[in-house]
């Protein structure tokens, strides 16, 4: 069974940085894009950065210059560097994979639980 587990989330004040990881598990095949969300009480869950396979990015203008998003493909593993923290930066953040399950064969979307980002002004 395919999991993704995040950890790194913490309470940190306003210019402080974290950095979130998140390690895919179990029979897998293939993973292709990677990437994290984040979702704040009351609103919609948003993109914050993805990574391609080959390691192109994409990033939401609210983060640029300020999130930095890498993998390691051999651990199957998606970081999150997080700097210059604003408490408007304060959500759930997910992790998200398009994964080919070695198992199933088929593609699909994989989300973790979940870590929160707590940063206080």
């Known amino acids: 069974q395919v999991q993704l587990v995040e950890s790194g989330g913490d309470l940190v004040q306003a210019g402080g940085s974290l950095r979130l990881s998140c390690a895919a598990s179990?029979?897998?095949?293939?993973?292709?894009?990677m990437g994290w969300y984040r979702q704040a009480p009351g609103k919609q869950r948003e993109l914050v950065a993805s990574?391609?396979?080959?390691?192109?990015?994409n990033y939401a203008d609210s983060v640029k210059g300020r999130f930095t998003i890498s993998r390691d493909n051999a651990k199957n593993t998606v970081f999150l560097q997080m700097n210059s923290l604003k408490p408007e930066d304060t959500a759930v953040y997910y992790c998200?994979?398009?994964?080919?399950?070695?198992?199933?064969?088929?593609?699909?979307?994989?989300w973790g639980q979940g870590t929160q980002v707590t940063v206080s002004s």
């Open positions: 990574v391609t396979r080959g390691g192109s990015t």
């Open positions: 179990g029979s897998i095949a293939s993973i292709n894009a």
């Open positions: 998200n994979a398009y994964i080919l399950p070695a198992r199933t064969l088929r593609w699909a979307d994989y």
